[in-house]
């Protein structure tokens, strides 16, 4: 399979049976390539999350925790939080996003959209074990470097990709990616313009980073 990074939270992701498109976003100030999906995942119904309009192909959309297939793609979605724990009730009105994993060429991939928290044990066992982690970094609205790393820890993948964080053009305050590199030892990273994997790429005794150059429109 392969994976592409357009900015913020939205990934293409490849397989020979399937493309998907995670969280088209709109009016950030970034400018999406042409896309055209199977699947069109949507973490939560903001702006920068939800501009399904701007992914061609009629693609099933995907907005809603559940148990899906598509061409023979299991996609699961499970409710979760936008704010931080500490933040307290007032927070809530930023309402829940869902976690979505996908299995792709035995690669399962888990897209947390704007998740603000630590993970409860019932969304750990919900999300099970990961191969690819696509995690927030950059704070403000969703997890900042150092409760990412906490996360990373929980869920244990063997590859982590970061996003949602502050690149040349966002209009968004948002931490840029180096705090997370910093945080986790991995400040010497080459960033690449796309993964391409299988399953035996996959590490087994450690977890690797792997930081994306944005496809961009």
């Given at each position: 399979?392969?994976?592409?990074?357009?900015?913020?939270?939205?990934?293409?992701?490849?397989?020979?049976?399937?493309?998907i498109?995670?969280?088209?976003?709109?009016g950030?100030?970034?400018?999406?390539?042409n896309?055209?999906?199977?699947?069109?995942?949507?973490?939560?119904?903001?702006?920068?999350?939800a501009?399904?309009?701007?992914?061609?192909?009629?693609?099933k959309?995907?907005?809603?925790?559940?148990?899906?297939?598509?061409?023979?793609?299991?996609?699961?979605?499970?409710?979760?939080f936008?704010?931080?724990?500490?933040?307290g009730?007032?927070a809530?009105?930023?309402?829940k996003?869902?976690?979505?994993?996908m299995?792709?060429?035995?690669?399962?991939v888990?897209h947390?959209?704007?998740?603000?928290?630590?993970?409860?044990?019932?969304?750990?066992?919900?999300?099970?074990?990961?191969?690819?982690?696509?995690?927030?970094?950059?704070?403000?609205?969703s997890?900042?470097?150092?409760?990412?790393?906490?996360?990373?820890?929980?869920?244990?993948?063997?590859?982590?990709?970061p996003?949602?964080?502050?690149?040349?053009?966002?209009?968004?305050d948002?931490?840029p990616?180096?705090l997370?590199?910093?945080?986790?030892?991995k400040?010497?990273?080459?960033?690449?313009?796309?993964?391409?994997?299988?399953?035996?790429?996959?590490?087994?005794?450690?977890?690797?980073?792997?930081?994306?150059i944005?496809?961009?429109?």
């Open positions: 399979m392969e994976i592409f990074w357009h900015g913020h939270s939205c990934f293409t992701l490849k397989s020979k049976e399937a493309t498109v995670t969280d088209p976003y709109g950030i100030g970034l400018k999406l390539p896309l055209t999906a199977d699947v069109v995942t949507v973490s939560h119904e903001h702006e920068d999350h501009n399904i309009g701007a992914v061609g192909g009629n693609p959309i995907f907005d809603w925790p559940g148990e899906y297939e598509v061409a023979g793609i299991p996609i699961s979605g499970v409710e979760a936008h704010y931080a724990e500490s933040e009730p007032e809530e009105k930023r309402g996003i869902i976690i979505f994993t299995e792709m060429e035995d690669i399962k888990c947390l959209g704007d998740l603000g928290h630590k993970l409860t044990s019932e969304l750990i066992e919900a999300i099970g074990t990961v191969d690819v982690l696509l995690i927030p970094v950059g704070g403000t609205y997890l900042d470097h150092k409760k990412a790393h906490q996360v990373i820890e929980q869920i244990d993948p063997r590859i982590v990709i996003m949602h964080y502050k690149i040349d053009g966002l209009n968004m948002i931490a990616v180096e997370f590199l910093k945080e986790v030892g400040s010497n990273l080459v960033p690449m313009e796309k993964l391409r994997l299988k399953k035996s790429d996959l590490p087994q005794e450690n977890t690797d980073f792997v930081v994306l944005p496809v961009l429109g």
